[in-house]
T-cell receptor, first 121, second 113 residues
Framework: DAGITQSPRYKITETGRQVTLMCHQT?????MFWYRQDLGHGLRLIYY???????DKGEVPDGYVVSRSKTENFPLTLESATRSQTSVYFC????????????????????FGPGTRLTVL | GNSVTQMEGPVTLSEEAFLTINCTYTATGYPSLFWYVQYPGEGLQLLLK?????DKGSNKGFEATYRKETTSFHLEKGSVQVSDSAVYFC????????????FGKGITLSVRP
């Protein structure tokens, strides 16, 4: 199926365990993103990737690791889960933006997956 | 750096009421502006966008105009429906090719019959 998918949709784990959240997109978008959504904080960017093997930190990267060996996949790993990482995680993908002139950039929309609800006990 | 400020919520309206959700931003240059909507249990989806000053984005009866002079992108709808109940996010595009977006905190809209 075309689109962006996330797995698992729901996950319960224990403090200290390693957890990997999967994200897969079929559009061959160059950019991919991981966000977490928490009440009172809206969406916060964890990591993003411009292409295979190119990743960069977002606003809240501590405690998370990403990799991108293939354009279509962008897994997010919690190396040692903590209760504060209980959240809903969203993956998104997007083509690159386009230059429109001096100081003008036309950003493309991001396409979001359905989310993974992670509970750390 | 870039930032987006949305009005505080939640907002509760009766069906057919007029809706305004305020959004202001801080950015350098001329970024693209977006409104996303999140229905219960789903991911975010694009509602509308505008890429330059005075552009009006519109979709599903919603409208927003890119106001450079007031750095605003307020969302409006003339007559809301129960099915519009959702969380609405204003977002600002980065000035660069990276397609990064800065999101506001979101506002929950509930429409009662």
């Amino acid at each position: 199926d075309a689109g962006i998918t996330q797995s698992p949709r729901y996950k319960i784990t224990e403090t200290g365990r390693q957890v990997t959240l999967m994200c897969h997109q079929t559009w061959s978008h160059s950019y991919m993103f991981w966000y977490r959504q928490d009440l009172g904080h809206g969406l916060r960017l964890i990591y993003y990737s411009a292409a295979a093997d190119i990743t960069d930190k977002g606003e809240v990267p501590d405690g998370y690791v990403v990799s991108r060996s293939k354009t279509e996949n962008f897994p997010l790993t919690l190396e040692s889960a903590t209760r504060s990482q209980t959240s809903v995680y969203f993956c998104a993908s997007s083509p690159p933006g386009l230059a429109g002139g001096p100081e003008v950039w036309y950003s493309n929309e991001q396409f979001f997956g359905p989310g993974t609800r992670l509970t750390v006990l | 750096g870039n930032s987006v400020t949305q009005m505080e919520g939640p907002v509760t309206l009766s069906e057919e009421a007029f809706l305004t959700i305020n959004c202001t931003y801080t950015a350098t240059g001329y970024p693209s502006l977006f409104w996303y909507v999140q229905y219960p249990g789903e991911g975010l989806q694009l509602l509308l966008k505008a890429t330059k000053a005075d552009d009006k984005g519109s979709n599903k009866g919603f409208e927003a105009t890119y106001r450079k002079e007031t750095t605003s992108f307020h969302l409006e709808k003339g007559s809301v429906q129960v099915s519009d109940s959702a969380v609405y996010f204003c977002a600002l595009g980065d000035t660069g090719a990276n397609s990064k977006l800065t999101f506001g905190k979101g506002i929950t809209l509930s429409v009662r019959p």
